[in-house]
Nanobody, 124 residues
Framework: VQLQASGGGLVQAGGSLRLSCAAS????????MGWFRQAPGKQRDFVAG????????DYADSVKGRFTISRDNTKNAVYLQMDSLKPEDTAVYYC??????????????????WGQGTLVTVSS
């Protein structure tokens, strides 16, 4: 499956952005989907994930209550709504696809396919 992330940009602290990830290729609904982010000089971290059915979701503690992941299997797309953004949310955000399971696995090694990343910059 090929993934294309979009929607990044520059936003002031407290603002919102919505990231999108469009999938093509193999059946999108066969995959769990995740969002990860990587700030300069840091490792790539889990942000949010959603199972293949759109059921269980999971979030990093740092974004709980501010970010919402969703998917539309009819459009082969997954989204990340980011509200109340903080400067520490600044990073390149990646969408990823992994094997379908009944719970979200928040580890990058469980995701096989990756998009190219979209940069989110939050100014203070």
């Amino acid at each position: 499956v090929q993934l294309q992330a979009s929607g990044g940009g520059l936003v002031q602290a407290g603002g919102s952005l919505r990231l999108s990830c469009a999938a093509s290729g193999q059946a999108f609904s066969m995959y769990n989907m995740g969002w990860f982010r990587q700030a300069p000089g840091k490792q790539r971290d889990f942000v949010a994930g959603i199972t293949w059915s759109g059921g269980p979701t999971d979030y990093a503690d740092s974004v709980k209550g501010r970010f919402t992941i969703s998917r539309d299997n009819t459009k082969n797309a997954v989204y990340l709504q980011m509200d109340s953004l903080k400067p520490e949310d600044t990073a390149v955000y990646y969408c990823a696809a992994g094997a379908a399971t009944y719970r979200v696995i928040p580890h990058s090694y469980d995701y096989r396919y990756w998009g190219q990343g979209t940069l989110v910059t939050v100014s203070s």
